[in-house]
């Protein structure tokens, strides 16, 4: 039988190259875009490793249309999956048009592509931002969403709706909106992860550098929150497994199952964690003590947000595997081998 393929753009990326794997492992082709604007080409040899074979790559931005259709006209496939996007919140509130150009640009393109090409299944990258700071917790699919407080959070809403309106508009297209938690973690070989260019925004890539000794001192950004120990709570979905909720989304859209054209999906582990417990649980996964002081709360940062994944569980039949500890073990292993510390 001829394998399905599945367009992945930002392939290179953090997410990116944990879904390819997890696409290849069960089965399907992929066929990698990435510009690498934010990613090395390592990532894909790295992704190539792992599954023993090479990986078909495109080297394009996904920005310039004509150079898109070339990847259409090339390839034969029924389902993209788009992760091709900027990410970091603070920067897009200074530089907000260069968010909403590339975000926005690159994603409508795609679904451009995607309609004149006749090609039906579109799986869009959201996030649990959208949820903002909600007013019941945990937060399900039907948790309205809270104005986006940054260009960053409104690229993904915008695309969420763009999304929704398309495949109610376009009989052909089918669309599924994931909304990732706090991805965090690496592949158990250490050949991919994440790899975030200067000093890390998110909690886990700041974790690991401070304690490869590249950060002398990590921030605990609020220590007053309405919380338990008083720091922030997050539901940290491992890489790995929230590859696999890739998986049975494009499984679910290839095998005609939806119910409706545009469904949308939690993908988190249900539990939420907060920053002093996760500090915790990575020196004793690790054996490690890290170097961290409170400071400050963070502008826009919510005091908690965590995910209801009943849906994900029954209508896809994904559920979170990994261990926590496991996760935290694999995060450092990777930074190791990135830095070559023994
Ligand atoms: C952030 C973004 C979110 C985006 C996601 C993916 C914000 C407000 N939200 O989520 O929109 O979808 O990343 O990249 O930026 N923390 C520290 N010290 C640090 C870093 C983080 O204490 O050095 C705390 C934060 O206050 C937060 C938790 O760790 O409570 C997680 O932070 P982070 O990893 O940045 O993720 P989010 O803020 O949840």
């Known amino acids: 039988m001829m394998k399905e393929t599945v367009l992945v753009s930002g392939g290179a990326g953090y997410i990116g190259t944990h879904t390819a794997v997890a696409l290849i492992e069960a089965g399907y082709d992929v066929v990698i875009i990435d510009n690498f604007s934010n990613s090395e080409p390592a990532a894909v040899e790295g992704v190539e490793k792992i599954v023993g074979r090479k ?3 495109e080297e394009v931005d996904t920005c310039d249309k004509e150079a898109l259709r070339g990847v259409f006209e090339r390839h034969q496939f029924n389902t993209v999956i788009h992760f091709a996007a900027y990410k970091a919140v603070g920067e897009s509130m200074s530089e907000p048009l260069k968010y909403y150009q590339n975000n926005l640009v690159s994603y409508m393109n795609i679904l451009e592509m995607m309609k004149e090409y006749g090609r039906p299944n579109v799986l869009f990258s959201s996030s649990a931002t959208v949820y903002g700071d909600a007013e019941q917790l ?6 309205p969403r809270q104005p986006a407080t940054s260009p960053y959070g409104n690229t993904k809403q915008i695309a969420e709706d763009i999304l929704h309106d398309c495949c109610r508009a376009y009989e052909g297209m089918r669309g599924i909106a994931l909304r990732y938690f706090n991805p965090i973690g690496a592949h158990q070989s250490a050949l991919i992860g994440e790899l975030p260019r200067g000093v890390p925004n998110n909690l886990v890539p700041f974790i690991t550098q401070t304690a490869a000794g590249i950060r002398e001192c990590l921030s605990v950004f609020g220590s007053d929150y309405d919380t338990p120990d ?9 890489v790995n497994d929230l590859a696999k909720a890739h998986v049975a989304a494009v499984a679910r859209m290839t095998s005609g199952k939806m119910e409706q054209r545009y469904e949308i999906f939690n993908v988190g582990t249900g539990n939420p964690v907060s920053v002093l417990d996760l500090i915790t649980r990575f020196e004793k996964a690790n054996g490690l003590k890290l170097n961290y002081k409170m400071v400050e709360r963070r502008a826009g940062d919510v005091p908690a947000v965590w995910a209801d ?8 039949g994904w559920k979170a595997e990994r261990d926590l500890d496991d996760t935290l073990r694999s995060s ?4 190791k081998r990135v830095r070559n510390i023994s």
Do not use: F, S
């Not at 008083?230 to 491992?238: H, S, V």
């Not at 450092?332 to 930074?335: D, G, I, N, R």
């Open 55 to 57: 990986v078909c790559l």
């Open 309 to 316: 994944t009943t849906l994900a569980n029954e209508v896809l």
């Open 138 to 143: 945990p937060v399900t699919e039907q948790t």
């Open 332 to 335: 450092w292993e990777w930074e």
């Open 230 to 238: 008083g720091t922030c709570l997050r539901d940290y979905i491992d």
